[in-house]
């Protein structure tokens, strides 16, 4: 399957979760957002969150500055 992660293409396992797509960017989660399909999704529901084929995945990390 191929999904979209953060506007490039990811090949991905079928019945793959949100976490996992996230681990391919990060191994610590503190501080980041992910959105499905345009939908932020809590983190305390991203390992039972599937991911299909073509669904956009976007990955957010929280920046300090000013």
């Keep these: ?3 979209s992660l ?3 293409p990811l090949e ?3 019945g793959t979760t949100l976490d996992a797509v996230v ?17 932020v999704v809590p983190r305390t529901r ?3 969150t599937p991911v299909g ?3 956009r995945v976007e990955v957010l990390t929280a920046v300090q500055g000013g």
């Design 1 to 3: 399957m191929t999904v």
């Design 6 to 8: 953060n506007g490039e």
């Design 12 to 14: 991905i396992a079928p």
């Design 23 to 39: 681990a391919t960017l990060t191994t610590a989660p503190s501080g980041v957002a992910a959105a499905l399909n345009e939908t």
């Design 46 to 48: 991203w390992c039972v």
């Design 53 to 55: 084929d073509g669904d």
